[in-house]
T-cell receptor, first 116, second 113 residues
């Protein structure tokens, strides 16, 4: 019972490099989301998706892209990494039963990203 | 706009004593309220939620929370704290038709032996 799987767990990048953070869930959840966690700021929503082919921006979308070609996968792309993107990134999923986000979200264990 | 406030960065309590972690919220319409817990180097784990119904909600590990509409609060409580309850706790809010979950800044709970 894998739940939400994030890879890699750790990554160090240089400024200007690009990379993709992977997120996969095996619960057939329609709703998926990406958050970043920074000290003293809680979790901030980057992008979210309510189903395959549908994505939307969250609170802090700049510098990040997402796509949702399948129900299972929701990758997050950093196009040109900046030191301000040093953070811990969490992917989450939940059922979407037409009731907004009334269902609890299941979180992965995070990707710790450092940008030099 | 939806928002959540957790006024305490840290709460210290002795093992066996009751604990309270505070949360207040602001939403347009009826709130969906959640508590999550995060242990070191792990993702968030769901503890409990309030959607509708009884104002006292019971959740995992003996935690409960009371929804107070007049005070727009959803404080997390436990009658007797354990050292293993030490963790980071997040309150979150959403509402019907609002496709986002807004988190508070988190409260670190330290339970001393």
């Amino acid at each position: 019972n894998a739940g939400v799987t994030q890879t890699p767990k750790f990554q160090v990048l240089k400024t200007g490099q690009s990379m993709t953070l992977q997120c996969a869930q095996d619960m057939n959840h329609e709703y998926m989301s990406w958050y970043r966690q920074d000290p003293g700021m809680g979790l901030r929503l980057i992008h979210y998706s309510v189903g395959a082919g549908i994505t939307d921006q969250g609170e802090v979308p700049n510098g990040y892209n997402v796509s949702r070609s399948t129900t299972e996968d929701f990758p997050l792309r950093l196009l040109s990494a900046a030191p301000s993107q040093t953070s811990v990134y969490f992917c989450a999923s939940s059922p979407n039963l037409g009731q907004g986000t009334s269902q609890p979200q299941h979180f992965g264990d995070g990707t710790r990203l450092s940008i030099l | 706009a939806q928002s959540v406030a957790q006024p305490e960065d840290q709460v210290n309590v002795a093992e066996g004593n009751p604990l309270t972690v505070k949360c207040t919220y602001s939403v347009s319409g009826n709130p969906y309220l959640f508590w999550y817990v995060q242990y070191p180097n792990r993702g968030l784990q769901f503890l409990l939620k309030y959607i509708t119904g009884d104002n006292l909600v019971k959740g995992s590990y003996g935690f409960e929370a009371e929804f107070n509409k007049s005070q727009t609060s959803f404080h997390l409580k436990k009658p007797s704290a354990l050292v293993s309850d030490s963790a980071l706790y997040f309150c979150a809010v959403s509402s019907p038709g609002f496709q986002k979950l807004v988190f508070g800044t988190g409260t670190r709970l330290l339970v001393s032996p």
